[in-house]
């Protein structure tokens, strides 16, 4: 059962992870072991201040505002609302629209020259980067509440990543994520949600013939023996499918809040979106309470996001 405190633990949690990964974005593995993150930063990578978000959480905020205002999920209005926010700087911790992925810039760029939402996504094997996924959850909490069958609530994420990101591996990246929070909210713990949401996601992928390429792809995801692969076997990129992988393996070998993020965050690399994504499902399953107070003392707009949640979840319900 979806309640205002999931919403906004979930975001908050986003959020945070997000800022988390800022200031040490592209660093090598290496290089985060020497110094890891065992807090918040200021600078680094984008000399943003300490408590600074990016474009993941600004893209997922974009998207709540658009189905808040409207209370429903209008593909052009969420288009119009990414527009604003990358040429206008709205949606951002600090009137700054930094870090925009390709695919979703060309995106934005096609609707911008008048292609519809339902044709402005990259649809090539190249563009399976995480910039859906990254902004998935307003579109898992909208499915878990409208659709009455998995399989309508997977229509509508995988159609919310096609904005940006429409190839095949993209959606289903974000239908697993939608299957695993959707066990969440069913009342499972978080590990138990992991295994019964990718269970569920290789039994219905692996039955959709247009699906079928993209289930091989995460084949190494539904082994019994994943969380137990060694780090060196995590990548940690922007691939669409190194990030979700990172996520759960992070998941799977940690046990609370902030142990999730520091792992997820220290592995390196893509670190703002690994982070992100792990923060959502982290704070969604752990709860407000479990994000550090200092991390949440330094976040940028908390009050503008925890109003948002809140406005959300109303409108939604």
């Known amino acids: 059962m979806l309640e205002m405190h999931n919403v906004k633990a979930a975001l908050l949690g986003l959020a945070v992870g997000d800022a988390l990964g800022v200031p040490v974005e592209f660093s090598s593995r290496s290089k985060m072991k020497k110094n890891p993150v065992t807090g918040m930063r200021e600078h680094g990578t984008w000399n943003q201040p300490i408590g600074t978000w990016s474009d993941d959480t600004s893209l997922t905020v974009a998207a709540m505002d658009s189905i808040t205002r409207l209370k429903k999920l209008d593909k052009v209005d969420v ?70 069958t998995d399989e309508e609530a997977l229509q ?35 590990k138990d949600a992991i295994h019964n949401g990718l269970k569920q996601a290789e039994e219905f ?14 084949s190494r995801l539904f082994k019994e023996n994943f969380a137990a692969l060694p780090e060196d076997a995590i990548r940690s990129s922007g691939y669409v499918v190194a990030t979700l992988e990172a996520v759960i393996w992070c ?15 220290n592995l390196g690399g893509d670190t703002d979106t690994v982070g992100a994504i792990a923060g959502g499902i982290g704070g969604l399953a752990y709860g407000l ?15 503008y996001l925890e109003s948002l949640a809140e406005k959300f979840f109303l409108a939604i319900n």
């Open 79 to 148: 288009m119009k609302n990414f527009v604003r926010w990358l040429r206008d700087n709205e949606f951002t911790a600090n009137d700054d629209a930094f870090d925009c992925g390709n695919t979703t810039g060309a995106a934005i760029d096609n609707f911008i020259f008048g292609a519809t939402p339902e044709t402005c996504g990259m649809r090539n094997e190249s563009s399976n980067g995480n910039g859906s996924l990254m902004r998935i959850l307003p579109a898992v909490f909208y499915a878990y509440e409208k659709a009455t």
């Open 156 to 190: 509508i994420v995988h159609e919310f990543s096609a904005l940006t990101h429409a190839h095949e591996v993209s959606q289903m990246a974000c239908g697993i994520y939608y299957l695993i929070c959707a066990q969440i909210l069913d009342g499972k713990n978080l």
């Open 205 to 218: 992928y692996s039955k959709q013939q247009k699906f079928l390429n993209a289930t091989e792809t995460f």
């Open 251 to 265: 998941v799977l070998n940690t046990d609370d809040y902030k142990s999730l993020l520091l792992t997820a965050v």
């Open 289 to 303: 309470q479990q994000i550090p107070a200092d991390w949440l003392n330094v976040l940028k707009r908390r009050d």
